[in-house]
């Protein structure tokens, strides 16, 4: 029995990391902000519906390198140096910021996003409190700074300046 219930572990991991059980897919394009809200073209983002959430592949340059927030913001609109996008989409009205794997925070928190020494972000991440569907004609944004997930110290897991930003469509 121990043998059987590792062996269905192993495969619900593998389905978890999107691994042959991709129902759906979009690719966004991405785009530092600016005031008229598309910037220089800094590659895509692959969003796909898995077994465990959306897998989400980066495939990204002309970051600056670390860690950075990332978030599913409210309105499809990443004008205004990414302001016309709003907050961070939260149907549930939590008003809180607890990060991705809370079930009580915000729908839109994200993993951190990591950008590379070269500029380049190409980690996936997994998502796992929506499906694709949720998250389309919204708009997926990065931070200047990290996600530390709280609110404490600074609002909104300290994230600070909207640096890049892309419109979510089928």
């Known amino acids: 029995m121990q043998g059987r219930k590792s062996f269905l572990s192993i ?13 759906a ?9 600016s005031a008229n809200g598309q910037g220089q073209s800094i590659g895509t983002i692959t969003a796909e519906d898995s077994f465990c959430g ?17 978030h ?18 939260d149907p549930g009205k939590t008003n809180e910021h607890d990060g991705p794997y809370n079930k009580h925070g915000h ?10 020494q070269d500029g380049t972000a190409t980690l996936p991440t997994l998502a796992p409190r929506f499906k694709l569907a949720q998250i389309i004609n919204h708009a997926f944004m990065i931070h200047a700074g990290g996600d530390n997930y709280s609110d404490k110290p600074e609002k909104l897991g300290g994230g600070g300046a909207r640096i890049a930003c892309g ?4």
Not at 26 to 33: A, C
Not at 107 to 116: A, F, H, Q, T
Not at 167 to 170: G, R
């Open 11 to 23: 495969i619900a991991v593998i389905a978890c990391l999107g691994m042959n059980l991709v129902y």
């Open 25 to 33: 897919s979009v690719t966004i394009p991405m785009y530092l902000v």
């Open 54 to 70: 959306v897998l989400l592949t980066p495939n990204l340059h002309g970051l600056p390198p670390g860690i950075h927030g990332f």
């Open 72 to 89: 599913v913001h409210v309105n499809p609109d990443c004008g205004n140096n990414g302001m016309a996008a709003g907050g961070h989409l």
């Open 107 to 116: 729908l839109g928190d994200l993993p951190v996003l990591i950008v590379n």
């Open 167 to 170: 419109v979510i469509k089928e």
